[in-house]
């Protein structure tokens, strides 16, 4: 099984943070999306998203 997790980013004035993925991507290029990815084997949702990568997004957004 692939586990796959997303986060919603809203800011202060409801605004969502999205993804454009390039037209290089494997899956639904040159598509909007939410920022995410595929967790590794074993691995909570909860814990990919606490990545330092995700926290560097999230800190990214709120500011």
């Known amino acids: ?5 997303c ?3 809203v800011d202060r004035d409801g605004r969502l943070l999205m ?5 290089n991507a494997t899956f ?3 598509a909007w999306g939410l920022p995410g990815g595929h967790a590794e084997a ?6 990919f998203l ?8 999230t800190a ?3 500011s």
């Open 1 to 5: 099984m692939i586990t796959i997790a």
């Open 7 to 9: 986060v919603l980013l």
């Open 19 to 23: 993804q454009l993925r390039d037209g």
């Open 28 to 30: 639904h290029p040159n």
């Open 42 to 47: 074993g691995e909570t949702p909860e814990r």
């Open 50 to 57: 606490a990545s330092p990568e995700h926290a560097r997004l």
């Open 60 to 62: 990214a957004a709120a």
